[in-house]
């Protein structure tokens, strides 16, 4: 089971960036997949969340509004659709996978595998 985060980038604030989380080894149909930070100094942060089904969607308060995770079945890949950046969302972006999702609660810990990260740096 791998997965792979891409996308990031150096983004002026007020921008957008569309990460993707790719996975080999199994399929997203029996895996809910949930997006993570980790900004320098600071504890990993969870982001969004999704449901195998494409249902159970849950975000932090942080990025409600601003951020939409969605399932894009044609490329096969968990996106994370950002606007509105601002600086403070600079970190390392992570995807991960959970084979028992609950629907409504999305932390680090029910995740099984995670990928590597990638960078998005928002510039003021």
């Known amino acids: 089971v791998q997965l792979q985060a891409s996308g990031g980038g150096l983004v002026q604030a007020g921008g957008s960036l569309r990460l993707s989380c790719a996975a080999s080894g199994f399929s997203f149909d029996d895996y809910a997949i949930g997006w993570f930070r980790q900004a320098p100094g600071k504890e990993r942060e969870a982001l969004a969340c999704i449901s195998s089904s494409g249902g159970g969607i849950v975000y932090t308060d942080s990025v409600k509004g601003r951020f939409t995770i969605s399932k894009n079945v044609v490329k096969n890949t968990v996106d994370l659709q950002m606007s509105s950046l601002k600086p403070e969302d600079t970190a390392i972006y992570y995807c991960?996978?959970?084979?028992?999702?609950?629907?409504?609660?999305?932390?680090?810990?029910?995740?099984?595998?995670w990928g590597a990260g990638t960078q998005v740096t928002v510039s003021s």
């Open positions: 991960a996978a959970a084979m028992h999702y609950s629907g409504s609660i999305c932390v680090e810990y029910n995740m099984d595998y």
